[in-house]
């Protein structure tokens, strides 16, 4: 058998597994280590040899989020379309930074910008940068409004950096995202100098308080609203953070990074009504669009900023105008990570789009609604969107629960803390989620609440 043969059959069984077998990985980070480690070889290793080996060692050390019973952070797993089409691009190499570096690259790279922007429900004129995730797309928002609330005041940023900058207020909610903070950092913002604005009690920015203050400045300044909260799944009042930034003629950018995708659900999507209106906006591909690591999205309404941002240009590039994907991102040299989201959405279609985001919902209504009966047990949050805030007696209880969960295997769970209290947080974002799996979970947690309250 050739050696991508022998790969693919491996794979293959890997995934056909993946529902079955234990959730948490069974190997430990110390023993993967020691059973990989040794001396950088002198020579050379037959490749087929050296597949089989990685998948023994690695295989049992990989968490099963590729499964549907994984429900940690928010991790998506892959539509089949974009599994095979991640391959691919595997196997083409490309470079996708030009037109001339790649046609392939470049021409999927246009198409899918169409589509992810049509069923975002965003402007058609606006760029789309295929980045590693988002936290890229928030540093590449970042950039964009950076340069574009400076050049208003006749500061050229590109140019002459920050030192002696006209200064840049930067608003953020009370839970923005650690990401975005870094992104801060190192659009050279710094953390500390952020405003943060109140939030209601399901971790949403506050309106009034939005716009109490950005009128307080005149000068240049940057909202950064979020749409789905990592906890509670709450989604910033975007429209009236719009008409604050409107008021303040400030740049909004949006933290989108799963929650933007509930603007491609007729029955979602005024839940981030108002995203249509922002300058710029990150949204993962990996998490809920289940695209494979590492994919996400960068888009900004005025592709003249993003391109002054981060856009290279060299005479070499020779670029003879139309869209070039070195335009939208920092990075230049990169994969083809358009074809798996283009190949995504051709699977699935608007409407098969619509329903796989919808469906997450719903089993994130009927986790709780499973969870709700139960004696002790707490729903922290309002569900309105995949994620879902469980709390078990007290904090030791629910540190306990999340534990025997994880160790009974039949699926994955983390925990966190939701105003000052410990809860476990559920994110359901994979394709593959059926309703028997949320069942097992609740199944899973009773069990797992049963056997700590009987240890006492
Ligand atoms: C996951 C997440 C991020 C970071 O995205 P990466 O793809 O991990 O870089 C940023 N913001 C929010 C709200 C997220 O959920």
Redesign the pocket.
Known sequence: MTLLGRTAEIAQEYLEGVAERQVAASRSYEELVEALDGPLPATGTDPTQVVEGLAATLGPGTVASAGPRYFG??VGGSTPAALAADWMVSAWDQTSFSQASSPAGAAVEAVAERWVLEALGLPGTARAGF????????LVGLLAARHRVLERVGWDVEARGLTGAPPVSVLVGEEV????LVALRMAGFGEDGAVRVASDDQGAMRADAVADAAGEGDGPAIICA?????NTGACDPLDAIADAADEAGAWLHV?????LWAAASPSLRHLVAGAERADSL?V?A??WLNVPY???IAIVTDPEAAAAAVGTSASYLMTDAGREPFEAVPEMSRRMRAAPIYAALRALGRDGLAELIERCCSHARRLAAAMEGVDGVEVLNEVVLNQVLVRFDDDETTAAVIEAVQRDGTAWVGGTVWHGRAAVRVAVSNHSTTEGDIDLLAESFIRALDAVRSRG
């Open positions: 952070f928010v980045t590693t995730g988002a936290t890229a797309g928030n995202h650690p990401s975005l979020q749409a789905g909260n990592v933290d989108g990074a799963f929650g990150s993962d990996h998490k590492d994919s996400g």
